[in-house]
Nanobody, 127 residues
Framework: HVQLVESGGGSVQAGGSLELSCTTLGYPYNPYDACMAWFRQAPGKEREWVATADSQGKRRYANIAAGRFTVSQDRAKKTLTLQMNRLKVQDTAKCYC????????????????????WGLGTQVTVS
């Protein structure tokens, strides 16, 4: 049973930084080839894609993240990180890690329905 566990959320002032991590637990196979993504959902809003990274080094960003956030996947550790800089109040949201463990990323990786495995989320609050 594969699980994704997020960590690193918290409260920060506008202009500050946070780093989120997502760890894959219970994946029994090697090598680890997965497309992993960060999504976020603010109160009263739909879930939106933030960034993706796969085990081959491909990375993509939504416009909301480009230039401020950096996503990376560590294939050996089966982790995904999101370094968020210059945070804004409008970045306040619950952030979710998602993964498709059977493919590398493609041009449709901004679609939530492409990811069968999700974490429970970690809260990011910017004031």
């Amino acid at each position: 049973h594969v699980q994704l566990v997020e960590s690193g959320g918290g409260s920060v002032q506008a202009g500050g930084s946070l780093e989120l991590s997502c760890t894959t637990l219970g994946y029994p196979y090697n090598p680890y080839d997965a497309c992993m993504a960060w999504f976020r959902q603010a109160p009263g809003k739909e879930r939106e894609w933030v960034a993706t990274a796969d085990s081959q080094g491909k990375r993509r960003y939504a416009n909301i993240a480009a230039g401020r956030f950096t996503v990376s996947q560590d294939r050996a550790k089966k982790t995904l990180t999101l370094q968020m800089n210059r945070l804004k109040v409008q970045d306040t949201a619950k952030c979710y890690c998602a993964a498709d463990l059977e493919r590398t990323c493609d041009s449709n990786d901004y679609l939530a329905r492409k990811y069968p495995v999700w974490g429970l989320g970690t809260q990011v609050t910017v004031s």
